[in-house]
């Protein structure tokens, strides 16, 4: 079956020994044992497609769906392209490499993914159709189970392809990747001793609706809320102008977007103005509810994901307030969730959030959504609430010593930066 690489794997160098320099008779000896380790292994676990040697130096020049590497900065290494069986009752498999360098250091990097990376498909990274109708081994793969599946394989072909173990594996993705980092900490917690994790996509069910949610305020284009990319500017610099100083620093930049009090209402449109200068009624509206915790339920006591902050303005029309619709919304409740590939996002209500919350395909997510009261609708408050009480469970991985760093940022257009922050 084919698909994109869902998972990299990269064996680091020693900085130190990028610039160490070899013989000719040592880089044809690395070049044979990448080509005959090759062809020496005969796995049920995992095929090796392909065997590329790339002496010091040497283009590199590769494309998939997700990314290019096109460099000429790398050390020597040996780039194995695998397939990973990852379900043996069907066959199911999904790519893979596995970068090993002639000079090692023993320690492990494995890398995630972005969109819809990870899944078994061969298009864009935001095609989510790879999953369906209905195919739940593409789904289960997505989730977690091509990355754990990956990095099992990868270890035991390290080991014996150095003829000797690694000491460290580590783990760095962002978005998606963030979201596999998290999910394996909590059910693998001893794939890797250390993460580094951006802007987890995470938890994907309460994301979804909250990225559908975002477009759906301001849109169609040129309907009385949508917001132009030239108002964006005014409101930044609007924001700006309120909350620069809270730091007591005169720099152009909101240091905590979360203790800003922007008050929007200071541009709204007075009688004849000009539309462009201000914010009409429909458009402070939106924009209220674009900087507010999103709700639903009875009384709007259930939470599902926290807003924008002040800011991040240039950034929000790159994303899901921009002319055209974010995709991964609506190929995540056809092909994820409901099974319909006729389904829109302007058809989103409570019970389809609700749904695709509780079904949590191929148990992508480690927790649940939360019920609580709003103490009040201030976002530090909400923010607060919400912390003290989601947590994956990661006992086992800190127990044995793991570490995480985990990072967002303020202007993040895709994934709101509250569910990485803990007030």
Request: glycine share 8%; hydrophobic share 40%; charged share 15%.
């Amino acid at each position: 079956m084919t698909s994109l690489i869902p998972f990299l794997i990269l064996i680091p160098v020693i900085a130190a020994q990028l610039g160490q320099q070899h013989s000719p008779f040592f880089s044809l000896a690395q070049n044979s044992r990448c080509s005959t380790f090759s062809s020496s292994f005969r796995s049920k676990a995992f095929t090796i497609l392909d065997a590329i040697y790339y002496p010091a130096y040497a283009p590199v020049d590769l494309t998939n769906g997700q990314a290019t590497v096109n460099t000429t900065a790398l050390p020597a290494f040996c780039r194995l392209v695998l397939r990973i069986v990852t379900n043996p009752g069907n066959g199911k498999d999904a790519g893979a490499e596995l970068w090993l360098p002639d000079e090692w250091n023993e320690r492990l990097l494995g890398f995630g993914n972005g969109g819809w990376g990870g899944g078994d498909h061969t298009g864009s990274m935001w095609d989510g159709s790879f999953a369906g109708p209905g195919n739940d081994d593409a789904i289960i793969d997505f989730a977690w189970r091509a990355l754990h599946m990956t990095t099992v394989v990868v270890k035991s072909l390290t080991t014996e392809f150095y003829y000797r173990p690694y000491t460290k594996s580590y783990f760095m993705g962002c978005s998606t990747g963030g979201r596999q980092g998290i999910k394996a900490m909590s059910i693998f917690p001893e794939d890797y001793d250390g993460l580094v994790l951006g802007s987890p996509a995470n938890p994907f069910g309460q994301l979804m609706p909250w990225q559908a949610r975002q477009g759906q305020l301001v849109h169609p284009v040129g309907s009385p809320p949508w917001i132009p990319e030239k108002t964006w500017n005014l409101i930044h610099a609007e924001a700006v102008k309120q909350c620069d100083m809270l730091d007591g620093v005169q720099d152009g930049i909101i240091l905590d977007p979360l203790a800003c009090d922007f008050h929007p209402e200071t541009l709204q449109c007075q009688s004849n103005a000009d539309a462009s200068t201000c914010l009409t009624s429909e458009r402070l509206s939106a924009l209220r509810h674009l900087y507010a915790p999103y709700y639903v339920g009875p009384n709007n006591q259930t939470y599902v994901f926290s807003p924008f902050v002040p800011g991040g303005e240039y950034a929000y029309p790159q994303g899901l307030v921009g002319e055209k619709l974010f995709r991964m919304p609506e190929d995540y409740y056809r092909y994820f969730v409901l099974n319909d590939t006729t389904w829109q996002v302007s058809m989103l209500d409570e019970a389809v959030v609700a749904m695709g919350i509780d079904t949590n395909p191929g148990q992508m997510d480690v927790s649940k959504i939360l019920l609580y009261q709003r103490r009040n609708h201030q976002l530090r408050n909400a923010l607060l609430v919400r912390t003290q009480t989601y947590s994956p469970n990661l006992t086992a991985f800190f127990a044995r010593g793991g570490k995480v760093l985990q990072y967002a940022g303020w202007d993040d257009e895709l994934v709101s930066t509250g569910h990485s922050v803990s007030s």
